[in-house]
């Protein structure tokens, strides 16, 4: 059982590049989530997806777009690379609340990511 | 707004002893509140989470974590710290105007020395 596969796990674009992060789960979540991580700031959500064809907001969503047309998989793209967008990005999954309260995230191992 | 706040970049203990490391929480309403754990090169792992009911809820890895609505905590403990403890801890509440967010605290990087 693989869990929550994130490819590449490291990438270095130049400013002006474009890239997609690719996120893939097997264990049937509804939910999935893509977050950045940058030192002492926590994880911010960017983007959330509830279900197979739909895509959210989160904190953090600009300079990013997403798409879920399989329920396995959640891609990230960054259409024009900046080098504020240099962090390491980590694809999330969970069960929806219907199978019961307080459903905890399943992460995958990240994609660090440098932009010059 | 929902938040999280951790205190404390680092917490530094001794094998063998108590730890706890700290979060208190912002939100509207009764809180969902978890604690996950990263290790070097590793995504976040769960280890526990409160919902309701007893304000005391146990966790993976020997960990526990105290709820304590008054003083809007939920701070994590473990009674006889390992070297292998050593990593990234995170706190984490769920939006409960959008059940589908959740806000991370900062971080606090435990060091368990032998």
């Known amino acids: 059982n693989a869990g929550v596969t994130q490819t590449p796990k490291f990438r270095v674009l130049k400013t002006g590049q474009s890239m997609t992060l690719l996120c893939a789960q097997d264990m049937n979540h509804e939910y999935m989530y893509w977050y950045r991580q940058d030192p002492g700031m926590g994880l911010r959500l960017i983007h959330y997806s509830v279900g197979e064809g739909t895509t959210a907001k989160g904190e953090v969503p600009d300079g990013y777009n997403v798409s879920r047309l399989k329920k396995q998989n959640f891609l990230l793209g960054l259409e024009s690379a900046a080098p504020s967008q240099t962090s390491v990005y980590f694809c999330a999954s969970s069960y929806s609340e219907g199978w019961g309260r307080g459903q905890p995230q399943h992460f995958g191992d990240g994609t660090r990511l440098s932009i010059l | 707004a929902q938040s999280v706040a951790q205190p404390e970049d680092q917490v530094n203990v001794a094998e063998g002893n108590p730890l706890t490391v700290k979060c208190t929480y912002s939100?509207?309403?009764?809180?969902?509140l978890f604690w996950y754990v990263q290790y070097p090169n590793r995504g976040l792992q769960f280890l526990l989470k409160?919902?309701?009911?007893?304000?005391l809820v146990k966790g993976s890895y020997g960990f526990e974590a105290e709820f304590n609505k008054s003083q809007t905590s939920f701070h994590l403990k473990k009674p006889s710290a390992l070297v292998s403890d050593s990593a990234l801890y995170f706190c984490a509440v769920r939006d409960m105007d959008n059940f589908n967010k959740f806000y991370f605290g900062s971080g606090t990087k435990l060091n368990v020395k032998p």
């Open positions: 409160y919902i309701t009911g007893d304000n």
């Open positions: 939100v509207s309403g009764n809180p969902y």
